[in-house]
């Protein structure tokens, strides 16, 4: 199965058909994502695999879920694209196998249809780092930091006091 996804999926019956699915999504239908976005262009890649061994009883679906963003670096305030990648490896388990089961982290527990695009943006959000910043080598702050003498070391030896993004806010409020 690949091109267009389905909207609600029954991973139970995806894993006992051995099914592939792979295609593309909007960005723009992941609201809850696109929150901290600054742009809802792009697409969400979905690629994943379902399977079961012959005898039904243990279902999984590995494989990854991509995205790249437009968000907001926290040391420049600049925009910058952030590539998301989810890899998943996940149980399947109904609601009756769930109930017997011992804890486990990643495990999909489906008691009815599945929503593919919820599931992707869980995945994707789950995925976002908690303080999106450009790379150290990329981001314009670092070089303004590098450019006015403050070094990795200075930042190092102040770091518990004073944080590069208090320096940074000195120096942007002293360019006035
Ligand atoms: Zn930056």
Do not use: Y
């Amino acid at each position: 199965m690949s091109g267009a996804l389905p909207t609600s999926i029954d991973p139970v019956w995806l894993a006992d058909q051995q099914t592939h699915l792979s295609g593309t999504i909007p960005l723009k239908r992941m609201t809850r994502l696109l929150a901290d976005c600054r742009s809802g262009d792009g697409e969400v890649r979905i690629d994943l695999q379902f399977r079961s061994d012959p005898n039904g009883e243990r279902r999984s679906v590995q494989g990854k879920i991509e995205a790249s963003i437009e968000t907001t670096c926290e040391r420049c305030l600049e925009s910058m694209t952030l590539p998301l990648l989810a890899e998943i490896d996940m149980l399947i388990v109904t609601a009756e196998q769930a109930s017997v089961m011992d804890d486990h982290e990643d495990v999909l527990v489906v008691k009815g249809p599945v929503s593919l695009g919820e599931l992707a943006e869980n995945e994707l959000i789950l995925a976002m780092p908690m303080i999106p910043m450009h790379p150290e080598d990329k981001c314009p702050a670092s070089a303004l930091l590098r450019d006015q003498g403050i070094d990795e070391k200075d930042r190092q030896d102040g770091g518990e006091k004073q944080s590069p993004f208090a320096k940074l806010a000195e120096l942007k409020r002293s360019d006035r």
